[in-house]
């Protein structure tokens, strides 16, 4: 499982020209399965994103965690952070988990993430999405499980 977090002062996505979920302060965050995760890995992401402390403390210190900062998350699934792009010029995907297990184990995320305490929206599994990101800091994180 492969989370790559920003931290933003506001997100939002869209579908069909639509806006479907905005957060102001806190995470998007894009979100890839592979083929060996399953629930432990769910588990652990969302618990190790809800506690990591990447939100400034009043020293200007990242000593907070988005539960402590009392932000949000947006959720978005991306399987091309499974991009393999060792041969050749055309990205394979090949390592990312089929869209029907995918589907279920984003689910199981935002859940999650919302059971941590983390106010929680998402995007559309599989949909042509327009993501507007306002990074702050700008701070982004990769995580891999």
Do not use: W
Not at 32 to 38: A, E, K, N, Q, Y
Not at 58 to 73: E, F, Q, Y
Not at 74 to 79: C, E, G, H, P, W
């Amino acid at each position: 499982m492969r989370a790559l977090i920003q931290r933003v002062s506001t997100g939002s996505v869209s579908v069909d020209t639509k806006t479907i979920a905005r957060i102001e302060k806190g995470l998007v965050i894009l979100v890839g399965i592979g083929h060996s995760d399953g629930p432990s890995q769910i588990q652990a992401m969302a618990e190790k994103i809800a506690n990591l402390r990447i939100f400034e403390d009043a020293d200007g210190k990242m000593n907070r965690s988005i539960l402590d900062a009392g932000g949000s998350a947006l959720v978005i699934s991306q399987f091309t952070l499974y991009a393999d792009t060792h041969k050749g010029r055309r990205p394979a995907f090949t390592e990312a988990a089929s869209p029907e297990i995918a589907s279920q184990l984003m689910d199981a995320f935002t859940k999650e993430l919302s059971r941590l305490g983390v106010p929680t929206c998402n995007g559309v599994f599989g949909a042509h999405m327009l993501v507007q990101i306002a990074n702050d800091g700008p701070v982004t994180i990769m995580l891999e499980l």
